[in-house]
């Protein structure tokens, strides 16, 4: 999926298995905090450091994406 933010955007979502149940504790990561745009970016280089879980329910919120377009890994 292909997600194109305006500056300061926040993206909220859920994370759930192929059954449809919530996963919690699931790390989700955009891209941009780890200082790369997505297109061809290794895991390698890939960090935490600004990386948010998901809680009970799945549900997680990344916040002050910057503008473009942002990969969600």
Known sequence: MTIELTRGGTLKGRVTNSAG???AGAEILAL???GGNGANDRN???TKTHSVASDTHG???LDNLPEGLETIK
Request: proline letters at 8%; glycine letters at 0%; a negative charge.
């Open 44 to 46: 390698d280089f890939i």
């Open 59 to 61: 549900r997680f919120v």
């Open 32 to 34: 941009s905090y780890a």
């Open 21 to 23: 149940d919530p996963v």
